[in-house]
Antibody, heavy 120, light 106 residues
């Protein structure tokens, strides 16, 4: 059973870059879709995008939510078994719990989430 | 862009009651609809996929129905551990989107 663990800085200053990692255990990085989903405190869920890595072709495939307007990048580090999220030019609106979740169209399991606050 | 709505936004019921949550898509999404449960402070958990298929381990009191644009999640006999917020999610479109959630209280 795949297990996911998010990690991140906790607090990021406005206009700076947010970087998070999702560590994967119990399953291969290759051949699985890994998603980032966020949830502002007390609000609903927003799908941010997915990363798919093929070990056969050594190629990455991504699909991002257009609402992030080019600020979002996802990548994979196969040696560390990690999926990374980078979000640039953050504002208070990016304050949220950030979850990673496995799945191409249905999401599970999920990590426990990490709270990121954007504050000066 | 497919929008999802849910009704009601919250509900209160008694243990043993049958409760139904409705999810509506702004356009046809066939059977491309999942349901999640989020208990307080925890990550969401997949309950039902492809409208009506229960994830392993999900109690049979949960059921899903619908097709096209209108879908329902029913809890046939509400239990205290069902206190949670429930979200629908469509995957018909490459832009995955969740409904706004329905909070279930006892």
């Amino acid at each position: 059973q795949v297990q996911l663990q998010e990690s991140g800085p906790g607090v990021v200053k406005p206009s700076e870059t947010l970087s998070l990692t999702c560590s994967v255990s119990g399953a291969s990085i290759s051949g699985h879709y890994y998603n980032w989903i966020r949830q502002p405190p007390g609000k609903g869920l927003e799908w941010l995008g997915y990363m798919y890595y093929s070990g056969t072709t050594n190629r990455e495939s991504t699909n991002y939510n257009p609402s992030l307007k080019g600020r979002l990048t996802m990548s994979v580090d196969t040696s560390k078994r990690q999926i990374s999220l980078t979000l640039t030019s953050v504002t208070a609106a990016d304050t949220a719990f950030y979850y990673c979740a496995e799945g191409g169209y249905r999401y599970g399991p999920w990590g426990q989430g990490t709270l990121v606050s954007v504050s000066s | 862009d497919i929008q999802m709505t849910q009704s009601p936004s919250s509900l209160s019921a008694s243990v043993g009651d049958s409760v139904t949550i409705t999810c509506q898509a702004s356009q046809y999404i066939s059977n491309n609809l999942n349901w999640y449960q989020q208990r307080g402070g925890k990550a969401p958990k997949l309950l039902i996929y492809d409208v009506s298929n229960l994830e392993p381990g999900v109690p049979s009191r949960f059921s899903g129905r619908g097709s096209g644009t209108v879908f329902t999640l029913t809890i046939s006999s509400l239990q205290p551990e069902d206190i949670a917020t429930y979200y629908c999610q469509q995957y018909d479109n490459v832009l995955r989107r969740f409904g706004p959630g329905t909070s279930v209280e006892i």
